[in-house]
Nanobody
Framework: QVQLVESGGGLVQVGGSLRLSCAASGLTFSRYTMGWFRQAPGKEREFVAAIGWSGGSTYYSDSVKGRFTISSDNAKSTVYLQMNSLKPEDTAVYYC????????????????WGQGTQVTVSS
């Protein structure tokens, strides 16, 4: 039974930082890619970042590259998203997702999803 649980969301001011965490259980971590997606009201779910637990490859959307950093800690079965220089456009529900195999940027390529955590950036 795969379970992903996000935490760390909240309300921050423009230019501030947040660190999201996603604790995973029920999977073989070395075989899975973990990703972060976000969805703002009225918009489609958007790729943010992904990391492979095998190989160490990371991917970012153009809108967050240079501001966000994805990382993982296999000992803690946790993936993180460090978000810096936050903008109002970053306001969304952020979802942790997992899939077996290589990183993907399309949401429907991921089999497992967390419940989401709200990130609100005040303007």
């Amino acid at each position: 039974q795969v379970q992903l649980v996000e935490s760390g969301g909240g309300l921050v001011q423009v230019g501030g930082s947040l660190r999201l965490s996603c604790a995973a259980s029920g999977l073989t971590f070395s075989r899975y890619t973990m990703g972060w997606f976000r969805q703002a009201p009225g918009k489609e779910r958007e790729f943010v970042a992904a990391i492979g637990w095998s190989g160490g490859s990371t991917y970012y959307s153009d809108s967050v590259k240079g501001r966000f950093t994805i990382s993982s800690d296999n000992a803690k079965s946790t993936v993180y998203l460090q978000m810096n220089s936050l903008k109002p456009e970053d306001t969304a529900v952020y979802y942790c997702a997992g899939r077996i195999g290589q990183p993907r940027v399309v949401a429907n390529e991921y089999e497992y999803w967390g419940q989401g955590t709200q990130v609100t950036v005040s303007s």
